[in-house]
């Protein structure tokens, strides 16, 4: 039987989908450009949890160290796969849902939360639960619409 992580990372796999864009007010984009939204956990997480009160952070070295040289909020010294494959999509890097003062999601945004569980139950009131992400998700497309 395969464990609950092998699931979730499944989840947070298929979860991860690109979208294609098209004109956004006074900004038209190419008809081949994409949005790409992320959700999951610390394997996905690009800095998140570092606006939200929690002890799960990673905003202090040595994350961050070895590819940007200063602590990021990714829970890896480096980069991450969704940093990967948005370079791979000529996107910039997807900054955290939460950034403060960051509204402009033409390429997306990443909602993932480091500790996070498909239940709501998981780690209650210290991570961004699954239904929260897509809540945020749900919440950023009529904001923008």
């Known amino acids: 039987m395969k464990s609950l992580r092998f699931y979730f990372c499944f989840l947070v796999l298929y979860a991860s989908i690109s979208f294609p864009t098209k004109c956004?007010?006074?900004i038209c984009l190419p008809k081949?450009?994409?949005?790409?939204?992320?959700?999951?956990?610390?394997?996905?997480?690009?800095?998140n949890n570092?606006?939200?009160?929690?002890?799960?952070?990673a905003n202090f070295l040595p994350y961050g160290e070895t590819f940007f040289?200063?602590?990021?909020?990714?829970?890896?010294?480096?980069r991450l796969i969704p940093d990967f494959i948005a370079e791979r999509a000529n996107l910039p890097l997807i900054q955290p849902y939460l950034y403060p003062g960051y509204d402009q999601f033409?390429?997306?945004?990443?909602?993932?939360?480091?500790?996070?569980?498909v239940l709501a139950e998981?780690?209650?009131?210290?991570?961004?639960?699954l239904n929260t992400q897509l809540n945020y998700f749900k919440n950023m497309e009529?904001?923008?619409?």
């Open 142 to 145: 009529t904001v923008k619409a």
């Open 122 to 129: 998981t780690r209650r009131g210290l991570v961004i639960d």
């Open 32 to 47: 081949d450009h994409v949005a790409f939204f992320i959700f999951g956990d610390s394997v996905v997480d690009v800095g």
């Open 69 to 78: 040289k200063y602590p990021t909020g990714r829970a890896s010294n480096g």
């Open 50 to 57: 570092n606006y939200i009160t929690t002890n799960l952070q």
């Open 106 to 117: 033409i390429d997306g945004a990443n909602f993932a939360s480091i500790g996070a569980g």
């Open 24 to 26: 956004f007010s006074d």
